[in-house]
């Protein structure tokens, strides 16, 4: 069975950092490519960070320089550093798999339980 699991979240003031992690089982994230997504309220579901099929990192235009995508093969986790939060970041962030930059979410077969992220200004 696939599960993904986040953690990491919280509440910080606007400038905070907060790492999230995702760690897969039933699959590795070697194997098949692992994406942050956030959705906020009255928003739709964002790609938020991912690596490419070239090997790059994508990153959101909104998030550029401010967070950073890392993967620990070793420990089938992913992470996603973000710093400088501003208010606009706050959603509740997903990992999901296989992950892309075309792909729609709603045909993204698996999701995390997702986690809050809140930022106050």
């Known amino acids: 069975e696939v599960q993904l699991v986040e953690s990491g979240g919280g509440s910080v003031q606007a400038g905070g950092s907060l790492r999230l992690s995702c760690t897969a089982s039933?699959?590795?994230?070697?194997?098949?490519?692992i994406g942050w997504y956030r959705r906020a309220p009255g928003n739709e579901c964002e790609l938020v960070s991912t690596?490419?099929?070239?090997?790059?990192?994508y990153y959101a235009d909104s998030v550029k320089g401010r967070f950073t995508f890392s993967q620990d093969n070793a420990k089938n986790t992913v992470y996603l550093q973000m710093n400088s939060l501003k208010p606009e970041d706050t959603a509740v962030y997903y990992c999901?798999?296989?992950?892309?930059?075309?792909?729609?979410?709603?045909?993204?077969?698996?999701w995390g339980q997702g986690t809050q992220v809140t930022v106050s200004s």
């Open positions: 039933g699959f590795t994230s070697d194997d098949s490519n």
């Open positions: 690596t490419g099929s070239d090997g790059n990192t």
């Open positions: 999901a798999a296989p992950a892309d930059t075309v792909t729609p979410c709603d045909h993204i077969e698996h």
